[in-house]
């Protein structure tokens, strides 16, 4: 195992808060690294924010990586109130923020809903995206061309039933960070505590989540089988997907059995749970991605 930016000496490495606006819409992120250096993207998970790589971007050697909050995450914008969160819309936001950065060509690491818009990009515009790393999410969950009209009808549903929900108050930071310990997915306590402090706002009573209610909500349209093997067909950056032995593949059916049809995309399980790039293997993934980016 290499030394990383000091890191294993015990030198602390903070980032760097910067801003940019798409539109109308204002996005956090946080910065490692100078520029000048290898160009990395960095897009977090749902319902994560970009304190999700705060613990593999200090980990990786010769990288300029940007961290996005991704609408309705963190400290960016929600969407506008009676629209649904469709992620082929992070999608033109992402590209609309590295060309602000005045990358051209740049790596994309993206984990679980991350790792589906990232894949969407390098399929979009394969020219852009040098390096591809996934890790713990691929693609979404495929759908028939026959569900479209229910899941727009659900996506309309949901977006009128949630723009008003009223997240919790949590009277502490303690308390908010227990709530999200106990979870979907199972993380360490301090990976919960990473993802919370970004992820709460003060207001009256305590602290509340910043992101938007309607992220719990169905997107406008899925994609089918066919859409998603489009994409994925189309990249053409070096590409490798980093799965965790107890993460999202126990959760989605054939998803091994799909993956054998992309010989093309090199796959590396860890031990580990879905945020297992937070966590105890962070030096292995870290590992996995200069492999991939041809850093030492």
């Not at 990232?118 to 713990?136: C, K, W, Y």
Request: with cysteine; proline share 6%; hydrophobic share 40%.
């Amino acid at each position: 195992m290499t030394a990383h930016n000091g890191i294993e000496s015990g030198q602390e490495v903070r980032p760097r808060e910067v801003a940019f606006r798409v539109g109308s819409m204002h996005f956090s992120a946080q910065e490692w690294g100078e520029p000048g250096k290898t160009p990395v993207l960095a897009l977090h998970g749902w319902l994560d924010n970009s304190a999700s790589f705060s613990v593999l971007a200090p980990l990786l050697n010769n990288v300029h990586l940007v961290a996005l909050d991704m609408a309705g995450h963190g400290q960016s914008d929600f969407r506008p109130s009676n629209q649904p969160y469709n992620i082929w819309e992070d999608v033109g936001e992402l590209f609309a923020i590295a060309d602000q950065m005045g990358w051209e060509r740049f790596t994309l690491v993206g984990h679980s809903r991350g790792a589906i818009i990232s894949m969407l990009a390098a399929g979009t515009f394969p020219e852009r995206i040098e390096n591809l790393v996934l890790i713990d999410g691929l693609w979404p969950d495929p759908v028939t061309a026959q569900q479209a009209p229910e899941q727009l009808a659900r996506s309309i549903s949901d977006v009128k039933d949630l723009q008003d929900k009223q997240p919790p108050i949590y009277p502490s930071l303690d308390v908010a960070t227990n709530a999200r310990y106990r979870g979907r997915f199972k993380l360490t306590r301090q990976a919960a505590q990473l993802l919370t402090e970004r992820g709460l706002r003060l207001v009256p009573g305590g602290y509340t989540l910043s992101s938007d209610a309607r992220l719990m909500g169905a997107s406008a349209f899925k994609l089918t089988q066919a859409h998603i093997q489009a994409f994925v067909e189309r990249i053409v950056a070096k590409t490798v997907l980093i799965l965790a032995k107890d993460g999202l593949t126990k959760k989605f059916d054939q998803y091994q059995e799909n993956l054998g049809l992309f010989p093309h995309i090199r796959v590396e399980v860890l031990p580990g749970n879905h945020h297992l790039h937070m966590e105890a293997e962070a030096l292995r993934v870290a590992d996995i991605i200069h492999g991939c980016i041809g850093q030492p």
